[in-house]
């Protein structure tokens, strides 16, 4: 593939390059399949010459990526302590050492290329987020590319590139050949532009293959291209082709040994072209197309004979092998090489891809005797669980407890108890958490030390269900046995639950003590635990109305579970932080945190309600379509757990949502409904929220017993110490309901920053509030055009359109509306999102087709 009109991008690179030396910097090259990302990193790499040490990394399209493909490539070039820890499975961290002293090593200016990072396993993605926070202090220049149009917004790569520092990071979108280079090159060929251009898009790699075709009747694929292509070969070489078709990448030298002759025929046709010690296609569009054309007994044949050489390779990587067994229907290879494969995946951390090799184990584990298969269970389980899985570790559960139970191992019968307990927990089912919970204590026999950890449980539910005098029992007898015994986890997730009931009755001392517990559990390599305790300190302060207190812990929490790819812990935190920045204002922002919480792998539980109640009460606001049905979701996920902290906040949510609607007596019934619930657990802050939208809605006046302070005045009428008291508490969305309540200053504010937010519903619902009240001077609403809110967009994201119109640059829109660059990266994503498109080109040209931007806020 030739490279044309990539001139200004290769000198871009290059000016990269000389600025790294004095500090790192990040490239990330964009664009289709066959738009010529690889042909413009290997020249760039080329034209370094020996200004640069190249470090290539690829990642492949494996049915299960390998963890850390792209290191393991490095590591092979490298030699050394990186290769060493790779090829001894060692931890995630030190593998990442090992690397950060191979750049540091060496005098060579170092370029580390990583290819088709779309494809990258989560301990590669791991990797990408380390290295990219700790490039700018080494001269090393970091090129990634992938594909967008393979990364939707859900996709994981999405948040490790926005969590890049963006001093440090230079996005490159490769566009398609302009009509000028293909008529040329189509002249050269003696082809007619116009069929050329239409039939490839200005597509380098089909403008290639299509220009390089001796067929006069110009076939219409990529597929055509190259079967047309192997057609020409003789037999031997065509088969040697369709072998490496099964082999993502790249074949290795193994592969082709043997066959010089066949090789070099392929070569020299232009089907294969050499890598590294073997052969690929040209791009992994072509050999996709090769092997889909291939007939389903074919492929199978072809992948159990690639399973028959590799399995000989010394060193290959078990996922590699899984791959061709799964395609070749070899379950005995699936198993042998699943739990291979499902270990070196655990050990690096790559929870997801280590539960996706152990769940094709499992489905071919039948032959292997009870106990085996009962250890096999459980370690996939606990793979599940890190990766989020709740459900599914939980079916894993149950069916290694069956197994435990025939066995009658009493000790190991307990252990499944106990995790069926957490995992049902997690999943939303309350009543199988606490029914085996129960037994789990039952079970045991007295002097078991699997008591502590039993009681422990036994306090972590009465916990979560705000039982707070059980919890502190329940935990203090965890811990005293914990102790006694020198069992750590448990002392330290005991430790947790009472820290955890104490931090919420006002307990200052329990923050020390849960940092404390985070510490020791950390170092002891309790990650699970560490987490928690991180969590704790970050969800406790949005249980008690304090959200600028929960907004710095957020972010210590959700790094520290995405660098341990703790994918519950994440989706949770993701939609804790929508509930905060709902709070703060930043809606945008919430919204963004939503749809990555809820575009995650699972679909129910714990895990995705704070999502859920974000985005539901966001667009009851906005008065935007889905709204109630969001809140009926949230609201079923909350009745599966049972507990105030879920419960408690979609009531008030759905009263809120049904007093817009004009409902008001829904709104009383929802409200009375967690009222209730919140006043017999004494929870401070759901009961007062609820009891003032109970009032809010006609019902009578009343102040709980301990109702949290700002709640207090709201309900007495004090509405300017209760709107000082949410300031102070980051709760700039609660001040504006005391604000609306206040004289005709303070309302006109919460209806302008309404206005500002876009919330047409609730603002349509303040003002007739005002007219009721004898408001005479009630500011109207904004107007916007028809087609800006028929495209769904607030006032903030159409000026922010406007201005991306204009070819303004991020920190130019920041400049221009006063804004954060954060806030505008939100605004922009919400934009797309909204708009269905993926670029803010795409954006750009749709706005203009529907006449969408309107005129500029200055």
Not at 16 to 42: D, F, M, N, Q, Y
Not at 467 to 472: F, G, I
Request: proline share 4%.
């Amino acid at each position: 593939m030739e490279l044309w009109e990539r001139s200004g991008t290769l000198e871009l690179l290059d000016e990269l390059l000389r600025e790294s030396t004095r500090g790192g910097r990040v490239v990330v090259v964009a664009g289709e399949a066959g738009i010529g990302k690889s042909v413009l990193v290997t020249e760039f790499a080329r034209r370094c010459g020996a200004r640069a040490r190249v470090l290539w990394g690829g990642c492949d399209r494996l049915l299960t990526p390998r963890a850390l493909g792209p290191l393991h490539d490095i590591g092979r070039q490298t030699g050394g302590v990186l290769a060493d820890r790779l090829g001894a499975g060692a931890a995630q961290e030190e593998i990442f050492t090992a690397f950060l002293e191979e750049l540091s090593g060496t005098r060579s200016h170092p370029l580390i290329v990583v290819e088709d990072a779309h494809w990258a396993d989560e301990a590669t993605l791991d990797w990408l987020l380390w290295l990219g926070r700790r490039i700018g202090r080494l001269p090393a220049l970091l090129v990634v590319t992938y594909r967008d149009d393979e990364v939707g917004a859900g996709h994981p790569l999405r948040g490790v590139l926005a969590a890049l520092p963006s001093a440090l990071v230079r996005r490159v979108r490769l566009r398609p050949l302009s009509p000028a280079c293909v008529t040329e090159q189509a002249g050269l060929a003696g082809r007619d532009a116009a069929t050329v251009h239409r039939l490839t898009g200005g597509n380098p790699l089909l403008v290639t293959e299509l220009l390089g075709s001796e067929d006069a009747a110009v076939p219409a694929t990529v597929q055509d291209l190259i079967l047309d292509r192997l057609r020409s070969l003789p037999p031997p070489a065509r088969e040697l082709a369709h072998l490496v078709s099964v082999l993502p990448t790249r074949a290795d030298a193994a592969v082709v040994a043997g066959a010089p002759d066949q090789v070099e025929t392929c070569v020299d046709a232009g089907v294969l072209v050499p890598a590294g010690d073997g052969v690929a296609f040209r791009h992994e569009l072509l050999r996709g197309a090769v092997e889909e054309a291939l007939s389903p007994t074919r492929r199978v044949v072809l992948h159990r004979r690639a399973l028959g050489i590799l399995a000989d390779v010394q060193g290959i990587d078990p996922g590699r092998l899984v791959h061709h067994a799964l395609n070749a229907g070899d379950g005995t290879a699936i198993l042998r090489y699943g739990q291979s494969a499902g270990a070196g995946a655990a050990r690096q951390g790559a929870h997801r891809e280590a539960a996706a090799h152990y769940r094709a184990a499992v489905a071919h584990a039948g032959g292997l005797p009870a106990e085996r298969r009962a250890e096999l269970l459980e370690t996939y389980a606990e793979q599940a669980y890190l990766a989020g899985l709740a459900e599914e570790a939980l079916r894993v559960r149950q069916a290694a407890l069956l197994l435990r139970q025939e066995l009658g191992q009493s000790e190991l019968i307990g252990e499944n108890l106990r995790w069926i307990s957490r995992l049902a927990w997690w999943a939303g089912h309350r009543e199988q958490a606490w029914e085996a919970a129960s037994r789990l204590v039952t079970v045991l026999e007295p002097g078991d030390p699997r008591l502590a950890m039993a009681y422990s449980n036994q306090s972590q539910l009465h916990m979560a269900a705000h039982q707070l005098d059980e919890a502190v029992a329940w935990g203090a007898r965890a811990q005293d046995l914990a102790d006694r015994l020198g069992d750590v986890a448990t002392s330290v997730h005991a430790v947790i639950n009472v820290s955890t009931a104490r931090l919420v009755r006002g307990d200052e001392g329990a923050w020390e003590e849960l940092r404390a517990a985070h510490e020791r559990a950390d170092a002891a390599g309790l990650a699970d635990h560490a987490a928690r305790a991180l969590v704790v300190l970050a969800t406790v302060p949005v249980q008690l109305a304090e959200y600028g207190v929960a907004a710095q812990a957020i972010e210590q929490a959700l790094t520290y579970a995405t660098d341990h790819n703790l994918d519950g812990y994440v989706q949770y935190l993701l939609g804790v932080r929508a509930v905060v920045r709902l709070e703060s204002c930043d809606w945008d922002g919430a919204l963004a945190d939503a749809e990555a919480s809820l575009t995650r792998t699972v679909k129910g539980g714990v895990a995705m309600f704070p999502a859920l109640l974000a985005r539901g009460r966001i667009l009851a606001a906005r008065g935007e379509p889905g709204a109630a049905a969001i809140l009926e979701e949230a609201a079923r996920q909350a009745e599966r757990t049972g507990e105030v902290q879920r419960l408690g906040p979609v009531a008030a949510a759905r009263s809120e949502h049904f007093l817009w609607s004009g409902a008001a007596g829904r709104a009383r019934e929802e409200a009375r409904h967690g009222l209730d619930l919140a006043v017999s657990v004494r929870h401070p802050v759901y009961a007062g929220e609820l009891a003032y939208r109970w009032w809010l809605a006609g019902g009578d006046r009343q102040v709980p017993p301990g109702t949290a302070a700002p709640y207090r005045m709201m309900i007495d009428g004090a509405w300017a110490d209760a709107a000082a008291e949410w300031a102070r508490r980051g709760a700039l969305y609660t001040r504006l309901l005391a604000l609306s309540a206040g004289d005709q200053a303070a309302a006109e504010e919460a209806l302008r920053t309404l206005d500002g937010l876009g919330a047409a519903t609730s603002a349509r619902w303040l003002r007739g509030e005002l007219r009721k009240r004898g408001f005479t001077r009630i500011p109207r609403g904004p107007r916007r055009a028809t087609a800006a809110n028929a495209a769904g967009l607030t006032p903030r994201q159409a000026d922010v359109l406007a201005l991306l119109a204009e070819g303004l640059s991020n920190a130019e829109i920041a400049a221009r509306l006063s804004l954060s660059a954060k806030t505008v990266d939100h605004h922009i994503s919400a934009v797309l999102a909204k708009l269905g498109v993926t670029s803010r080109g795409q954006a750009v040209a749709l706005a203009h087709r529907m006449n969408l931007p309107g005129e500029t806020a200055m």
